[in-house]
């Protein structure tokens, strides 16, 4: 079915909502794994072969120690600089002693060839990655419910965080843009998607800001653990309270009795509790976030940073800075 069309839609609203009872397509959590766990692998791979080499030694320890340490040694490591060799007698005690239990150093010979470490590149990686899930799980829910986008479609998803309810703004098509709605307000795919935003954010994105993110965090876990949306309760003495005139934050601190952290959980959530009681649920804007669709990609809005598909060359340039630098 061509939605572009304003012809009736053979999937009808009916349709949608009979078929909603399935699994969430839309995945936050995708399986990434970084250059970090890779490197982390084959570091246990190669000292789990040469530890069972040690223990073929009356005293493992002193051939380690023989091994990197005694330059007349036959089995001294002259091919290793002193740093690399200083490295895998550590790493190889380290498995002797404990086996599995955080034996790795970067610095290791076995990445001499490698480019070095860099969280910036390894933090855009992976949101390149989860983008790309994201996009074929999005896709995904488009066959699902039948939706034909043409790849000249720009849309906005814009997601309301107290009902996780998705609006499609972009489009004359008033058929087509209630068609993805009835499709993404299915399950938790608006849900996943609003967290999905908030992974992808930079530090300077135009649609956070602390005090809009705060006051979400503080709606959700209010939510979670007592049950009650602030934005529903009546706010009397200062304070948010239920139907019955309960304080909501007593029914918080007494959910969070013998539980760790208690104490500087219940300080910090309960300024914040305070604050927004005293100056009203309105007084600070919800962190309603919206999302782009271009070229058959989710693109980000309001930053530089994006990782939809075709405007990611300044990760592959970024991941280029840091391999020179190994060079200098």
């Avoid at 855009?124 to 996009?135: I, M, T």
């Avoid at 602030?230 to 029914?251: R, Y």
Wanted: glycine fraction near 6%; aromatic fraction near 10%; charged fraction near 25%.
């Amino acid at each position: 079915m061509n939605i572009n069309s304003v012809s009736t839609p053979t999937i009808a609203t009916k349709s949608i909502n009979q078929t909603a009872q399935g699994k969430t397509i839309i995945q936050n959590k995708n399986d990434w794994v970084s250059e970090e766990d890779k490197r982390m692998q084959a570091l246990d791979d190669k000292y789990r072969k040469i530890n069972e080499q040690n223990k073929q030694f009356k005293n493992p320890i002193d051939h380690i120690i023989d091994k990197y340490g005694t330059q007349n040694s036959p089995y001294f490591r002259s091919d290793l600089t002193e740093t690399e060799r200083n490295v895998s007698s550590w790493a190889e005690v380290c498995w002797f002693k404990n086996g599995l239990l955080g034996c790795y150093d970067f610095r290791d010979s076995l990445f001499r060839k490698d480019s070095p470490l860099n969280g910036d590149v390894d933090v855009a990686e992976r949101k390149e990655f989860n983008r790309q899930k994201v996009n074929n799980q999005f896709k995904q829910l488009l066959d699902k419910y039948q939706i034909n986008l043409p790849n000249d479609t720009k849309l906005t998803f814009t997601i309301d965080p107290n009902n996780y309810k998705v609006t499609v703004s972009g489009t004359d098509n008033i058929k087509l843009s209630g068609q993805l709605e009835q499709a993404m307000n299915t399950d938790d795919n608006a849900k996943e998607l609003f967290v999905h935003i908030i992974q992808s954010r930079s530090y300077n994105n135009t649609q956070f800001t602390p005090k809009k993110y705060d006051k979400y965090n503080l709606v959700r876990v209010m939510k979670n653990v007592t049950g009650y949306d602030l934005k529903n309760l009546a706010v009397v003495n200062g304070k948010f309270v239920t139907e019955n005139g309960t304080d909501v934050f007593d029914i918080y601190k007494n959910a969070l009795l013998n539980t760790p952290y208690a104490g500087i959980l219940i300080a910090h959530y309960g300024s914040q509790l305070n604050d927004l009681a005293k100056n009203g649920f309105n007084s600070i804007p919800d962190l309603v976030l919206s999302i782009g669709y271009e070229n058959g990609s989710l693109q980000d809005i309001g930053q530089k940073e994006s990782y939809g598909t075709g405007k990611t060359d300044w990760i592959k340039e970024l991941k280029a800075r840091v391999s020179s630098m190994k060079l200098l």
